[in-house]
């Protein structure tokens, strides 16, 4: 079965710029969680989609936005790029919501954006 | 609110045992374990659940104290390839409607010969 698939894999954008960044998750799997992966803060939620309904959203600006298509796939996008969006931007995917039950959460490889 | 993971960062040497804590101030749900290596994607490791039941890594434990709102993950014999970042993600008990997993900062965990 193939992994959590995500593109591009590296990115450089300058301010002011925005960014649209893919995920596919694993066949079958419904949810698909954002994060932002920074040096020294771990990994933050972003928003997770389910059903191609925004689930749920972290305390980011409204700069960050996301969709989920029919087939599960998600993007999330984000638009006039400041130099502190540099992080690597990772998605992952479970069978339904993740955090309850045995819904543990397949990573993806990441898209390292990088703003100058 | 973001879980407090201790220690930061923790060196073993092949063989020795390693505890590393995960602690909330929100009542809990459940607790997931995730190791990440350098330049990969981060790996689940282990769930536990309000009430006791555990699902991950047949060679890995954890315990989750719902009073104390913690969970440590324990590392026994270790090998080289235990070394990475450990996270730990929490998700408060709620009642209905919250699936927000909010990880810790990280636990770097490194084993040398």
């Known amino acids: ?57 972290g305390n980011f600006p409204g700069r960050f936005s996301g969709r989920q298509f029919s087939n599960s796939r998600s993007e999330m996008n984000v638009s006039t790029l400041e130099l502190g969006d540099s992080a690597l931007y990772l998605c992952a995917s479970s069978l339904s919501r993740p955090a309850r039950g045995d819904n543990e959460q397949f990573f993806g490889p990441g898209t390292r954006l990088t703003v100058l | 609110q973001q879980p407090v993971q201790s220690p930061q960062a923790v060196i ?62 324990y590392l026994t014999a270790s090998q080289l390839s235990y070394s990475g970042t450990y996270f730990c993600g929490t998700d408060p008990f709620s009642g209905a409607g919250s699936y927000q997993l909010t990880f810790g900062k990280g636990t770097k965990l490194s084993v040398i010969p």
């Open chain 2, 12 to 73: 073993l040497r092949e063989g020795e045992d390693a505890v590393i804590n995960c602690s909330s101030s929100k009542a809990l749900y459940s607790v997931h374990w995730y190791r990440q290596k350098h330049g990969e994607a981060p790996v689940f490791l282990m769930i536990l659940l309000k009430g006791g039941e555990q699902k991950g890594h047949e060679k890995i434990s954890a315990s989750f104290n719902e009073k104390k709102q913690q969970s440590s993950l």
């Open chain 1, 1 to 57: 079965k193939a992994g959590v698939t995500q593109t591009p894999r590296y990115l450089i954008k300058t301010r002011g710029q925005q960014v649209t960044l893919s995920c596919s998750p694993i066949s079958g799997h419904r949810s698909v969680s954002w994060y932002q992966q920074t040096p020294g803060q771990g990994l933050q939620f972003l928003f997770e989609y389910f059903s191609e309904t925004q689930r749920n959203k």
